[in-house]
């Protein structure tokens, strides 16, 4: 019964190092490249966390306990 509360929860947390991890990475490698690339792909990062989280935001359900 615990576990399967609690795998889902370590494999959210999981989910989400990987994602910061890539932008980390994908980032670091365009400012390696030139500081334009880097600026670009950080902007693009920045916008596709606001849309994700947006998308997350909108589809969880509203109230209380």
Do not use: H
């Amino acid at each position: 019964m615990i576990f399967k509360q609690l795998l889902p929860l370590l494999w959210r947390i999981f989910d989400l190092l990987c994602y910061l991890a890539a932008l980390i990475t994908i980032n670091w490698a365009m400012f390696s490249l030139n500081q334009i690339a880097g600026g670009v792909t950080l902007a693009i990062s920045f916008a596709i966390t606001g849309l994700v989280s947006e998308l997350i935001a909108s589809n969880t359900p509203k109230g209380g306990d």
